[in-house]
């Protein structure tokens, strides 16, 4: 992916969760207030707390009985900064895509706040919720059916205004769509055209474009480039980059493919069975991880330069990644991490700069679950 413009501008990160300086969500005139102020670049303008989703496991077809919980998100905590890009990653099943819809509001939270510009989200109803969801906006995987293929490319993405006919009202909506297929690189002309008659790439150039068409501030993407074909993947990703300039937006990127997330994300958290492992700047996670969890994943990535993939440690991991319905005690990554120790198995590690890193000035001075984090030299990618 050497292709890929990295952004040179990238914002700041404040590593760490910040406060929260909370807006009265009850008032719909404050919260509404809120939502409309801008936010100044690199402050935070999401702000999870202790996010939980417990999906209910249940037995019996008539009397449903409660017999347990798949515990897919389980108490995660981050920050997105106004104008920065918020890598995840992490194994498939790990949470990824339930914490991109709990914070769409798409699932509701089993408990926990996501506070956006101050004011938590979970909570809101009427007027003020509706501005939230204009303002955040989500593109998602697959091209091929998150596009009704019975619309057309101007009803598609022109669709948002139905809900929002105040961003664009009718007689200006054909316009609007037509800028809108401009600056994601399409064709206006094809405004009658049906999503079959569109690749990979530029299907997926239409469901930016859908996602762009609300204005919105915040835009989360879960896997937007993985159902496509590498060599189209990085004109994607560049394309992102650029709009996310354009139109000064943040973002959250979730993805699979580590090198992909390091060539467009300002931080990165590594989530590991409901929970966040570690979370940092790209040259913190990258060239300084500390968890093991992390330093597992990045010892798999592929390194085409054969001198470089000589001098490589792998690490791999033994057993599969065990149940969300029954997650091992103590920290989740223990029954297959190479350091564990009693410890481990009775207390849980808590996501915070390690102690013994807090006074130094290091890239390893970064928030992590372990309770024996340290750096340790995996080639960065
Ligand atoms: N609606 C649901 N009901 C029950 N369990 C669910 C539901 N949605 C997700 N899960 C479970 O929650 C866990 C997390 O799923 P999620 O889709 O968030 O993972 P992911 O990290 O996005 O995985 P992938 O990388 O494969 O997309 C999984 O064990 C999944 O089976
Ligand atoms: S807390 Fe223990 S089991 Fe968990 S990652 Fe650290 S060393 Fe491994
Ligand atoms: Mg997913």
Not at 14 to 41: F, K
Not at 152 to 172: F, L, Q
Not at 288 to 300: K, M, R, W
Not at 343 to 359: D, M, V
């Amino acid at each position: 992916m050497a292709e890929l413009d990295k952004k040179d501008d990238a914002v700041d990160a404040t590593p760490g969760i910040s406060e929260v300086e909370v807006v009265d969500a009850a008032s719909e005139t404050a919260a509404l207030a809120a939502i409309e102020a801008p936010v100044d670049r690199g402050e935070p303008i999401l702000q999870v707390r202790n996010l939980v989703k417990h999906f209910p496991l249940t037995q019996g077809i008539l009397f449903k009985k409660q017999i347990g919980a798949v515990r897919a998100v389980d108490g995660v905590s981050f920050d997105l900064h106004q104008g920065e890009t918020l890598g995840i990653v992490g194994e498939s099943g790990c949470g990824k895509s339930t914490v991109a819809k709990l914070l769409m509001l798409l699932e509701t939270a089993t408990s926990g706040e996501v506070f956006y510009k101050g004011t938590d989200i979970t909570k809101l109803s009427g007027k003020a919720l509706k501005a939230v969801r204009r303002n955040i906006q989500m593109v998602f995987q697959d091209p091929y059916t998150s596009l009704n293929p019975r619309m057309t490319v101007g009803d598609i993405i022109g669709e948002p205004y139905e809900i929002h006919p105040e961003v664009a009202p009718k007689g200006d909506r054909r316009r609007k769509v037509q800028e809108l297929l401009d600056v994601v690189g399409l064709n206006p002309e094809y405004i009658n055209r049906y999503p079959h008659q569109f690749s990979g790439g530029q299907r997926q150039r239409i469901g930016i474009a859908r996602g762009l068409a609300l204005n919105p501030e915040i835009i989360i993407c879960d896997e937007p480039v993985s159902a496509l074909d590498v060599s189209v993947q990085a004109q994607v990703i560049n394309l992102m980059a650029k709009l996310q300039d354009e139109f000064n937006l943040s973002y959250i990127f979730i993805a699979h493919d580590l090198s992909i997330v390091r060539h467009i994300s300002d931080r990165v958290g590594v989530m590991y069975l409901g929970k966040m492992a570690e979370i940092g700047t790209d040259t913190q996670i990258y060239d300084h991880p500390t968890h093991p969890y992390t330093q597992a994943l990045l010892s798999a990535v592929p390194v085409p330069d054969p001198e470089a993939r000589e001098g490589r440690e792998r690490i791999i991991l033994t057993g599969d990644v065990p149940s969300p319905a029954n997650p091992p005690s103590g920290c989740r990554f223990r029954t297959r991490c190479w350091k564990a120790e009693d410890k481990c198995a009775t207390e849980e590690p808590l996501l915070a700069i390690p102690q013994r890193f807090k006074s130094v000035d290091s890239p390893a001075a970064h928030e992590s679950a372990c309770h024996f984090a340290e750096e340790k030299a995996v080639l960065a990618v």
